[in-house]
């Protein structure tokens, strides 16, 4: 089955810009969406479709994807995107439909 | 404003059966395919299974397939997941996710989950 690996944490200082990747094979072909999960909350859908975002997020995060890397950024970090962050593909034509790359642990310093 | 309520929850032996049951409210529920994704304690997100708007697909991750059987009740706005011959790895916070669109993989909205404790 497909597998989409990311780093275990990414630490940034705030005001800075983080980027956490999720590394698949040719993930570039793949629609990519992105969970944000705080500390005893559900997950929150913020960026999909590679960089399209709900409504209600905040424009500081962004997405992009290309070749084997889909990346998360998110500018001017603040205290309050402390989390977990998860990548996700989804393909109806695929067994497993969706699958989730093992989560980052974003740390505000 | 979308409203996903999990309940059915709890400790149970290896081996025996639970029923979760997610309670949808604030959108068309029979517009929307819908899932169930669990986390284990201290661990990431992992798909369980989902459905059609219609239940004309069902899928099951191959880790619940045999054992879980997802459903939905357009009429009563609710979706189930019966979950059989329970095992100490199913044990993990259910989540009831709606999805984007009446076939879609993307999760919009949550629940808070359901607790699941598989122990003897």
Partial sequence: SYVLTQPPSVSVAPGQTARITCGGTNIGSESVDWYQQKSGQAPVLVAYDDGDRPAGISARFSGSNSGNTATLTISRVEAGDEADYYCQVWDSSSDPYVVFGGGTKLTVL | ??????????????????????????????????????????????????????????????????????????????????????????????YCAKAYSSKSGRFDHWGQGTLVTVSS
């Avoid at chain 2, 798909?47 to 397939?65: E, F, L, Q, T, Y």
Wanted: charged share 20%; net charge negative.
């Fill in chain 2, 1 to 94: 404003e979308v409203q996903l309520v999990e309940s059915g929850g709890g400790l149970v032996q290896p081996g025996t059966s639970l029923r979760l049951s997610c309670a949808a409210s604030g959108f068309t529920f029979d517009d929307y395919a819908m899932h169930w994704v669990r986390q284990a304690p201290e661990k990431g997100l992992e798909w369980v299974s989902g459905i059609s708007w219609n239940s004309g697909r069902i899928d099951h991750a191959d880790s619940v397939k045999g054992r879980f059987t997802i459903s939905r009740d357009n009429a009563k706005k609710s979706l189930h997941l019966q979950m059989n011959s329970l095992r100490p790895e199913d044990t993990a916070l259910y």
